[in-house]
C-alpha cells in the first residue's frame, strides 16, 4: 500500500509504503528523495507501476502540472510532463480509471476549482473536457464509474467546509 502522512523526523507530508502480512500493515518505509524532494510529487494516483501526480516542478505549463513516472526493477524513471492535458493554470489531483482510459483531474476555471476528464485515444491523452465547475475537485471513481469529489464551500473567501458528492454515471 502506499500512503501519504506527515510524521515525526519528516517535513511536510511524505508518501509511505505499507506491507500486508495477514493481520495487518507493517514494515512502513518512506519512499525516498526520488519522488519526494527530486521529482517534487504531490497528490498522486498510481495504477500498476505507473503514478501520476501533480507538481509545481521546473518545465511545466505553470502552475501545478500532471506529470507521470514508471516503476521498473525498483527505481522510479524520469518524469514526463503530460503536455496534451496541462494548461497554464493549476491542473492536479489525478484520477486513473481502473482501465487506464479516464484521466479525472482538478483544474482551475473561473477562478475556482473544477473536475476535467481526458480520455486515452491511441496512446494519448485528448484534450481535457470540462465536466463538473464551481467549487468541485479531488475526483475518484468507482468500478461502476460513478464518480466522487469534494465540492468546497466559501463564504467571503474563506473555505467553510468541504463536502463528498458523488455523480452517478447512468
Not at 465547475?133 to 461502476?144: I, V
Request: charged letters at 20%; proline letters at 4%.
Amino acid at each position: 500500500m502506499g500512503f501519504a502522512s506527515a510524521r515525526e523526523g519528516y517535513t511536510g507530508v511524505n508518501m509511505f509504503t505499507a506491507h500486508w502480512d495477514g493481520t495487518g500493515w507493517t514494515d512502513y518505509e518512506y519512499s525516498g528523495d526520488r519522488l519526494m524532494k527530486d521529482m517534487k510529487c504531490g497528490e498522486v494516483h498510481i495504477r500498476g507501476d505507473d503514478l501520476y501526480f501533480h507538481s509545481d516542478r521546473a518545465g511545466g505549463e505553470g502552475g501545478y502540472d500532471i506529470w507521470m513516472t514508471s516503476r521498473g526493477g525498483g527505481v522510479w524513471s524520469d518524469p514526463v510532463n503530460l503536455y496534451q492535458i496541462n494548461s497554464p493554470d493549476m491542473d492536479g489531483w489525478p484520477f486513473i480509471s481502473s482501465d487506464g482510459m479516464e484521466m479525472w483531474f482538478t483544474r482551475t476555471y473561473l477562478g475556482t476549482p473544477a473536475i476535467y476528464r481526458s480520455v486515452d485515444a491511441d496512446g494519448g491523452w485528448t484534450a481535457p473536457e470540462l465536466m463538473f465547475s464551481q467549487f468541485a475537485g479531488e475526483p475518484t471513481l468507482d468500478e461502476q464509474g460513478n464518480l466522487y469529489f469534494v465540492h468546497h464551500y466559501y463564504e467571503n473567501n474563506v473555505m467553510i467546509e468541504a463536502d463528498i458528492y458523488v455523480a452517478y454515471r447512468k
